[in-house]
T-cell receptor, first 111, second 116 residues
Framework: DAKTTQPNSMESNEEEPVHLPCNHSTISGTDYIHWYRQLPSQGPEYVIH???SNVNNRMASLAIAEDRKSSTLILHRATLRDAAVYYC????????????FGKGTKLSVIP | GAVVSQHPSRVICKSGTSVKIECRSL??????MFWYRQFPKQSLMLMATSNEGSKATYEQGVEKDKFLINHASLTLSTLTVTSAHPEDSSFYIC????????????FGDGTRLSIL
């Protein structure tokens, strides 16, 4: 499995954009990059995924570096409900569908 | 769409009791379901992978006779913690994947298990 490096924690003011970085320098050429988040006392929630091109959905945007060794999850306007632990997970997408969760980034949103 | 329901959300029981947790995919058929365990302030640890109609694959260090997994249909998997002890107290989370390349996992809300 490709190893990831994420900041342990980040803070953001409410209604400000948040950029959550992830380094995955050992990612293979066919691995997708998945992002999940886990709110307190809940199961994880899928946020977004991509392979090479930047991706947008209703929750967030995903910016993938050209060399694919890093990516950034972008929350355009943080709300208090976005306070969670965010996990960046390289995912082969074939075969077992297994995810390996690291420690993630704990995002705090300040009112 | 892609809702996974997990029940019960919380269980408190005496040591030696067996506890069953259900995981259902409500609006899709899940080719594969997963069971995770999460201790306080730690990340999720995969316990086992379950495919409908076949035996579950357990991760190293997870006792298959203690954590019984049944995946009877494409929408239901159950985890039974047999003869639970206080050290089994944890947050148990299931997930399901519909299948197809790079499809995300969809998670239940978890079951908080407390063994007295």
């Amino acid at each position: 499995d490709a190893k990831t490096t994420q900041p342990n924690s980040m803070e953001s003011n409410e209604e400000e954009p948040v950029h959550l970085p992830c380094n995955h320098s050992t990612i293979s050429g066919t691995d997708y990059i998945h992002w999940y988040r886990q709110l307190p006392s809940q199961g994880p929630e899928y946020v977004i995924h991509g392979l090479t091109s930047n991706v947008n959905n209703r929750m967030a945007s995903l910016a993938i570096a050209e060399d694919r060794k890093s990516s950034t999850l972008i929350l355009h306007r943080a709300t208090l409900r976005d306070a969670a632990v965010y996990y960046c997970i390289p995912f082969s997408g074939a075969g077992s569908y297994q995810l390996t969760f690291g420690k993630g980034t704990k995002l705090s949103v300040i009112p | 769409g892609a809702v996974v329901s997990q029940h019960p959300s919380r269980v408190i029981c005496k040591s030696g009791t067996s506890v069953k947790i259900e995981c259902r995919s409500l609006d899709f058929q899940a080719t594969t379901m997963f069971w995770y365990r999460q201790f306080p302030k730690q990340s999720l640890m995969l316990m086992a992978t379950s495919n409908e109609g076949s035996k579950a694959t357990y991760e190293q260090g997870v006792e298959k006779d203690k954590f019984l997994i049944n995946h009877a249909s494409l929408t239901l998997s159950t985890l039974t913690v047999t003869s639970a002890h206080p050290e089994d107290s944890s947050f148990y989370i299931c997930s399901a994947v519909q299948g197809g390349l790079a499809q995300p996992q969809h998670f239940g809300d978890g079951t908080r298990l407390s063994i007295l």
